[in-house]
């Protein structure tokens, strides 16, 4: 499976403010997703990322909120923009690889104070 | 809409001892794609199983098994000779077109 890195681990962000969370993969490939776990909860997913065009977001998701960018194949970012304690989350991206399986970066563990 | 139920919200289990947990699903799809994911407390997603829906045989993985009833629309995970490294929220997943849809996870306690 593909080696999947995020960068920042985690992060303590004050509200108002965004912060820009990067996804990088060891190989290129053609799927890329954000998901969102809130504390306790599920993942749920935020947006298709795709490649050279606008990311596909799920339904309660919008672009102003989580403008994502994938200028290529193997990198994508995922930005939590004007943030408010809600927001804190654990914030994974996953790529799809061999046999239609998702693989999971380790994850962005976001505290908005 | 597509939507996956975990029943059990908590789960525990002997060292050494055998562990089933439940996942049911709603489809009107006849193609596709369930999963098993273990996150252990450092978050990380983890791949337990896989398996395809066309695909009569259920999946194995060393001490991890599946029971898919299919026309039951259930898709149980099966741990034998639990360790103490099995300890996690195990989450189901279905998948449709590449999207993942996961069920809210059952938290399995393993006790030595």
């Known amino acids: 499976s593909a080696v999947i890195s995020q960068k920042p681990s985690r992060d303590i962000c004050q509200r108002g403010t965004s912060l820009t969370i990067q996804c990088q993969v060891d190989?290129?490939?053609?799927?890329m997703f954000w998901y969102r776990q809130q504390p306790g909860q599920s993942l749920t997913l935020i947006a298709t990322?795709?490649?050279?065009?606008?990311?596909?977001?799920e339904s309660g998701f919008v672009i102003d909120k989580f403008p994502i960018s994938r200028p290529n194949l193997t990198f994508s970012t995922l930005t939590v923009s004007n943030m408010s304690p809600e927001d804190s989350s654990i914030y994974l991206c996953s790529v799809v690889g061999v046999q239609e399986t998702q693989y999971f970066g380790p994850g962005t563990r976001l505290l908005v104070l | 809409a597509q939507t996956v139920t975990q029943s059990q919200p908590e789960m525990s289990v002997q060292e050494a001892e055998t562990v089933t947990l439940s996942c049911t699903y709603d489809t009107s799809e006849s193609d596709y794609y369930l999963f098993w994911y273990k996150q252990p407390p450092s978050r990380q997603m983890i791949l337990v199983i896989r398996q395809e829906a066309y695909k009569q045989q259920n999946a194995t993985e060393n001490r991890f098994s599946v029971n898919f009833q299919k026309a039951a629309k259930s898709f149980s995970l099966k741990i034998s000779d639990s360790q103490l490294g099995d300890a996690a929220m195990y989450f189901c997943?279905?998948?449709?077109?590449?999207?993942?849809?996961f069920g809210t996870g059952t938290r399995l306690q393993v006790f030595p």
């Open positions: 990322a795709n490649q050279g065009s606008e990311a596909t977001y």
């Open positions: 190989s290129q490939v053609t799927m």
């Open positions: 997943a279905y998948q449709e077109s590449d999207k993942l849809i």
